[in-house]
């Protein structure tokens, strides 16, 4: 079985500067690995994805990730935050082998960027 | 507009009572799922599809019961709400998976 961990509930930053949300996930087969943003009384968008390739994937906003599999983890991370990057951020696991590709969730970190 | 689109937002019922949450999407995704979200727990599944008249549990099935006799439409029941289920859902769709999921704008249910 999959599972994810948002090492952080919770990110205070201030505006410009830069950030990382952790992410580590348990998985004993290939994985594809997601980062979803939840804005305010909103539905998720998908931020980024990793699917195989290149270990650093763009998304967009202007954020990136990069996938370490040595210590099975998906940081989020972007170089200068705006105000209007405050929201939740989902980190996300698929199990690539077991064919059904249902993402499990983290618990979410809530990224406050203050002025 | 192209999505997922959940019906109601909003919804308050009474313990006992049953209800379904509607969710259709015109993207003809074959995957389909229920996501519940509270506070401090992330998104936990309640089922899926996976194609039309394919259905599964996911880790929180109990109490709820889903259908998929079209590609575009993924109804969730409540057979008898408890005020266990207050929470937000959202309906998720994706086109097996490897794309991400699209999420529908969620339904805030609360049972008194």
């Known amino acids: 079985a999959q599972s994810v961990t948002q090492l952080d509930s919770q990110v205070p930053v201030f505006e410009e500067a830069p950030v990382e949300l952790r992410c580590n996930y348990s998985?004993?087969?290939?994985?594809?690995l997601f980062w979803y943003v939840q804005y305010p009384n909103q539905g998720l968008q998908l931020l980024l994805k990793y699917l195989s390739g290149s270990t650093l994937v763009k998304g967009i906003n202007g954020f990136e990730a990069e996938f370490n599999k040595s210590q099975t983890s998906f940081h989020l991370r972007k170089p200068s935050v705006h105000i209007s990057d405050t929201a939740e951020y989902f980190c996300?696991?698929?199990?690539?082998?077991?064919?059904?590709?249902?993402?499990?969730f983290g618990r979410g970190t809530s990224l406050i960027v203050h002025p | 507009n192209a999505g997922v689109t959940q019906t109601p937002k909003f919804q308050v019922l009474k313990t006992g009572q049953s209800m379904t949450l509607q969710c259709a999407q015109d993207?003809?995704?074959?995957?389909m799922s229920w996501y519940r979200q509270d506070p401090g727990m992330g998104l936990r599944l309640i089922h899926y599809s996976v194609g039309a008249g394919i259905t599964d549990q996911g880790e929180v099935p109990n109490g709820y019961n889903v259908s998929r006799s079209t590609t575009e439409d993924f109804p969730l029941r409540l057979l008898s709400a408890a005020p266990s289920q207050t929470s937000v859902y959202f309906c998720?769709?994706?086109?097996?998976?490897?794309?991400?999921?699209?999420f529908g704008s969620g339904t805030r249910l609360t049972v008194v």
């Open positions: 998720a769709s994706s086109q097996r998976g490897t794309m991400g999921y699209t």
């Open positions: 996300a696991v698929s199990d690539v082998t077991g064919g059904s590709y249902i993402p499990t």
């Open positions: 998985s004993s087969v290939s994985v594809y």
């Open positions: 993207m003809n995704h074959e995957y």
